[in-house]
C-alpha cells in the first residue's frame, strides 16, 4: 500500500497576510488626506466662476442703468450652487462686493469680489493658510492663489 505524500499546501501565511494589511494601512493614511484636499480644491472653481459670472452681470446692469443698486446678481441664490452661497454686501450706486460663503464641505471658505475686480480670500479652513495679497483667491493650501 502506497502512502500519501502531503505537498505543500497553497496560501499566505499569516506574516504574509500581516504585513500586506499593514502596507494597505500605511498607503490609505498617506493617500486619503491628499485625495481629500484635491477634492477640496476642486470645489473652490465652483465659487471662482460663480462670482466671475456675477461680476460680468454686475457690470452690465451699472452699464444698463448707471447705478449697482437692484441688480439681480445681488440677490441671495444657493440654488446654483452645492458648496457656496452668494450675496452682496456694500451695494451703493458706485460700488459692490460679491460675497462666496462655504457651506457643507466647503463650510470655512470665503471669497470676494469687487467693483475694482479686487479678488479677496475672506476666509478659510485651518489647515489652510491666508494669502500674503488680498488680490487674488486661494486654490491650494499654503496660500497659493
Known amino acids: 500500500m502506497p502512502t500519501a505524500r502531503r505537498g505543500r ?19 490609505s493614511a498617506l ?11 476642486g470645489r473652490i472653481p465652483e465659487a471662482t466662476v460663480q462670482l466671475g459670472s456675477r461680476q460680468v452681470d454686475m457690470e452690465q446692469f451699472f452699464q444698463d442703468n448707471r447705478t449697482y443698486v ?21 451695494q451703493t450706486a458706485a460700488a459692490y462686493t460679491l460675497v462666496a460663503t462655504g457651506s457643507g464641505a466647503m463650510a470655512g471658505f470665503g471669497f470676494s469680489v469687487d467693483q475694482g475686480n479686487t479678488r479677496t480670500t475672506v476666509a478659510v479652513p485651518s489647515g489652510w493658510t491666508l494669502p500674503g495679497t488680498n488680490n487674488c ?9
Do not use: H, M, Q
Not at 31 to 41: G, I, K, Q
Open 9 to 27: 499546501v497553497g496560501g499566505f501565511t499569516l506574516i504574509e497576510v500581516v504585513i500586506a494589511i499593514a502596507i494597505v494601512g500605511i498607503l
Open 31 to 41: 493617500a486619503l488626506p491628499a485625495y481629500r484636499d484635491y477634492v477640496r480644491r
Open 70 to 90: 437692484g441688480a439681480p446678481a445681488c440677490v441671495t441664490d444657493s440654488t446654483t450652487s452645492r458648496f457656496f452661497t452668494f450675496s452682496c454686501t456694500g
Open 137 to 145: 483667491w486661494v486654490i491650494k493650501k499654503g496660500g497659493v492663489c
